[in-house]
């Protein structure tokens, strides 16, 4: 099997790492990730005829390396494109993020839009995730038991066009209750700017490189930094069938994302008036 291996931490992640020796049992991995952090790029390209720096790290106990100094989709692209043309992957993995990327979180996760975009070239696709946001997460629970998700799901998968959205609680192996196939939960963000906090990143266990924070900006007359670090509320509307609610209750939440974005009962009530 010829498995491509990415995500938005970069190609240095812990979480990468995890991912690519859980992986070695399936196939011939290969591994093109950021050179840099990307969160939050959902499936943001590095369009625009912008030139993109890429390099080749070799062969490492028998993977092949590679980063892109781009968003975590045109790392997906650029693997397919260029670095495993002629040889198509059987199958992308994205992760493990340090991070959920349950309910809405999906609309802005470049963990997600990496593996979109290998569903978006017919190649099933999973996204994995780790409710812990630190360099230095556990990631035991997520080795022992995402490979029997994985071996189930591959070896009775649908079409190409789905990405697989696993989401671990940030819990002990032995505390997780089960796995619950769910749809995409509900929530909101809160308090979402707040005025930038340099002592932040040494909270969270992180560094600004890490994160892809290579310069603070130079502050101009009048103006004021801020920072994305709200918290997210859930919909009171979740109930036992969402991936929020799995979470939040000591279960492996898994969901099944398409390519498609129609709302189809508003498609057809505006038959009826237009």
Known sequence: MRILLTNDDDYTSRGLLELVEMMKPYGQITVVAPKYHQ?????????????????????????????LDGTPASCTKFAIDVVMAGRRPDVCLSGINHGSNSSTAIWYSGTVGAARQGALYGVPSFAVSLDNVRRDADFSAVRKLFPPIFEKIMANRGPGEVVYNV???????????????CRQGLEHWIHEFVPYDSGIYEKIGVTPVQLGITHIPEREEGETLYMMAGQTVADPGNDESTDNWANDNGYISVTAHGIFDNDLAEEDRLKGIL
């Open 167 to 181: 989401n671990f609680p940030d819990i002990a192996a032995d505390d997780i209750k089960g796995v619950k196939v």
């Open 39 to 67: 969160s939050g790029m959902s499936m943001s390209a590095s369009l625009g005829f912008r030139p993109v720096a890429a390099k080749s790290l070799g062969m490492v106990d028998g993977v092949e390396w590679h980063y």
